[in-house]
């Protein structure tokens, strides 16, 4: 297969059935940044004077966000959270560290590193279980907490996860499942700092799936690590993802319509509420043949019944 975008026809890296495209690896480049381009214009995330906190783990989102951003020329600097999960938390801060040396300290950029144990005096797994809590949950609550005090404590104007597009979708798949009204509430690209002592956060990647990241990090040669942390086996994330996916190969763009079309009610101002009944009163009427109600002159059945007369048997 080849580019559908390029002149000269470039052999395709990788396919796009939801946008009916495949791209080379110079056209797929520029697919990745401009979709993020758009995300920060449209949700108003940052300017290039910002001063940008990236939260990485080592994995290939937030290591391709980081990238993106100091390709785009942002002022990105970037905080790493060794949770201290084993060989995983190892393998990960090598990776960051491996990037930030390599790669973003060409760009000026540093990398902050807070370390659970030393703060906390314990790792997370042995947190977790003197506090009686699910090792995630204790987790989440450190990250957000570390990543939130980094920022606000250091200045940075703005706070930046590499979510992507099957990650929201997934999350807003549990939210609706569980009618959580607060959590919808939260889900949108851009949080405003609200109050003082929270930081403005952002997710710059919500266009892209996790498909798309993987193939820009492969392309663009960044060292990531594959392995998925250990606690995250068998968590509902995982599954809403599997359900999606399958619902994305039957039908390609259904991740995109049910969080894109998410984002665009959100962000519509809500229409005077009208019931189904009040509704009902203003649009129908009478069919001017047979009298029951409809929305147009003649009712649906009274016109199929029309056709049938008039239409010669086979
Ligand atoms: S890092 Fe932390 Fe995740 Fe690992 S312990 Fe759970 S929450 S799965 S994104
Ligand atoms: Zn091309």
């Keep these: 297969m080849n580019c559908t975008k390029c002149?000269?026809?470039?052999?395709?890296?990788?396919?796009?059935?939801?946008?009916?495209?495949?791209?080379?690896?110079?056209?797929?480049?520029?697919?990745?940044?401009?979709?993020?381009?758009?995300?920060?214009?449209?949700?108003?995330?940052?300017t290039p004077e910002d001063r940008i906190l990236v939260a990485v783990s080592g994995g290939k989102d937030s290591l391709a966000l980081w990238h993106i951003l100091l390709t785009l020329g942002y002022r990105a600097d970037a905080l790493y959270v060794n949770l201290g999960i084993g060989g995983y938390s190892e393998e990960s801060n090598r990776k960051v560290r491996h990037y930030a040396d390599t790669v973003a300290a060409a760009h000026g950029a540093k990398l902050i590193v807070h370390v659970v144990e030393q703060e906390a005096g314990a790792g997370i797994r042995e947190l977790a279980t003197i506090l009686h809590r699910p090792t995630c949950s204790t987790c989440g609550t450190i990250k957000r907490y570390q990543f939130n005090r980094a920022a606000v404590e250091q200045d940075y104007d703005v706070m930046a996860t590499g979510h992507n597009l099957d990650d929201e979708a997934a999350r807003l798949l549990g939210n609706v499942l569980h009618w959580q009204d607060e959590y919808l509430d939260k889900q949108s690209p851009t949080l405003p700092a609200s109050v003082e002592g929270f930081a403005k956060k952002v997710k710059p990647l919500c266009r892209l799936s996790e498909r798309e990241i993987a193939a820009y990090a492969v392309v663009n040669r960044i060292d990531y690590i594959v392995e998925e942390c250990p606690m995250a086996k068998g968590s509902k994330m995982i599954l809403y993802k599997e359900v999606l996916n399958r619902l994305e190969t039957e039908s390609p763009g259904t991740k995109q319509r049910f969080y894109w079309g998410f984002l665009e009610k959100q962000t519509k101002p809500e229409?005077?509420?009208?019931?189904?009944?009040?509704?009902?009163?203003?649009?129908?009427?009478?069919?001017?043949?047979?009298?029951?109600?409809?929305?147009?002159?003649?009712?649906?059945y009274c016109k199929m019944m029309a056709k049938a007369k008039t239409a010669t048997p086979r």
Excluded: Y
């Design 7 to 46: 002149p000269t026809s470039m052999r395709a890296v990788i396919s796009l059935p939801r946008h009916n495209a495949a791209f080379c690896k110079g056209c797929f480049t520029t697919f990745v940044h401009e979709q993020v381009a758009r995300a920060i214009k449209s949700f108003k995330m940052f």
């Design 271 to 300: 229409p005077a509420t009208e019931s189904m009944a009040e509704k009902d009163q203003r649009t129908l009427h009478p069919c001017q043949s047979c009298g029951q109600p409809t929305t147009a002159d003649t009712c649906s």
